[in-house]
């Protein structure tokens, strides 16, 4: 059951996005290999996810994968997919207990067969999950979601589905990741750096943009209320004034 005390009005965000990062950061300083920050990371996300279904919040995604992340050493790669198919297997049940739906987002194809498989295997188990929706980003960027949405709707002008001049916004945005959810009301990113980093693009559009500098394994539930707390103080004005939507508050 959803119940939030410190949250102004109530006002929770229906989608949250985050960008997890700090995990390398945070092994470092403890002598330890970068991926005993990633599993760190896993363990902390978990929080999250029940956190944030047990709060009601109907979507959170989260940048597991940027489509910049292959540039790492071979060895943190192959160690970081070996991660995503465990992590997978062992939380599956758990999520889709809590009904749970969980999807993907970017270009699976380059990931190796095993961890297609996984993918495939975690979307079609949850599919008819009716809580919250859990979207991993993997191989994703914010520029091939637009790219890919432009190849679509050249694909449809050439079958003759659209004329050029029915393009607007609402069909592009019809064709870009997750446009069936809500449009994402809060952004976190941990780790103290201040950039979007090529996630989500389009989408981030209206979003509130919340920074910290604590390292993603370090990231609570107690900080994500923080966050929370933030954004339901924020007045958001979608290129309004204050004063207009004070008064459409007060009506
Ligand atoms: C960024 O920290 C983090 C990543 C590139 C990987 C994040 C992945 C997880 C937390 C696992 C998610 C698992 C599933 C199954 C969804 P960084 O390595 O860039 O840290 P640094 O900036 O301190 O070096």
Excluded at 37 to 65: D, M, P, Q, W
Excluded at 130 to 158: C, E, H, P, S
Aim: glycine share 6%; hydrophobic share 40%; net charge neutral.
């Amino acid at each position: 059951m959803a119940h939030v005390t410190a949250v102004k009005n109530n006002r929770l965000p229906r989608h949250v996005v985050i960008i997890m990062d700090g995990n390398g950061r945070w092994a470092k300083q403890r002598g330890l290999p970068r991926i005993a920050g990633h599993k760190a990371g896993v363990s902390a996300l978990r929080e999250i996810v029940a956190n944030s279904a047990e709060k009601g919040i109907e979507a959170l995604t989260v940048y597991a994968f940027s489509s910049e992340n292959w540039d790492r050493p071979g060895s943190e790669v192959s160690r970081l997919m070996e991660l995503f198919i465990s992590s997978l297997q062992q939380e599956i049940d758990n999520l889709n207990g809590n009904n749970i739906r969980i999807r993907f987002i970017g270009d699976r194809t380059a990931f190796p067969g095993k961890l297609q498989s996984s993918i495939g295997e975690a979307e079609k188990i949850t599919c008819r999950n009716t809580g919250m929706q859990f979207v991993i980003a993997a191989n994703y960027g914010g520029r091939w979601d637009i790219t890919n949405a432009f190849k679509l709707l050249v694909n449809k002008i050439r079958c003759n589905d659209i004329c050029a001049d029915e393009i607007d916004e609402q069909m592009i945005h019809s064709f870009v990741s997750l446009s069936d959810l809500p449009e994402p009301d809060l952004f976190i990113r941990t780790g103290g750096e201040m950039r979007i980093s090529n996630y989500l693009l389009w989408q981030l559009a209206y979003t509130e943009l919340y920074f910290t500098e604590r390292l993603w394994p370090d990231f609570t539930p107690e900080h994500f209320e923080s966050a929370l707390i933030w954004f339901s103080n924020r007045e958001r004005r979608f290129g309004r004034t204050s004063e207009q939507i004070k008064r459409e508050k007060r009506a």
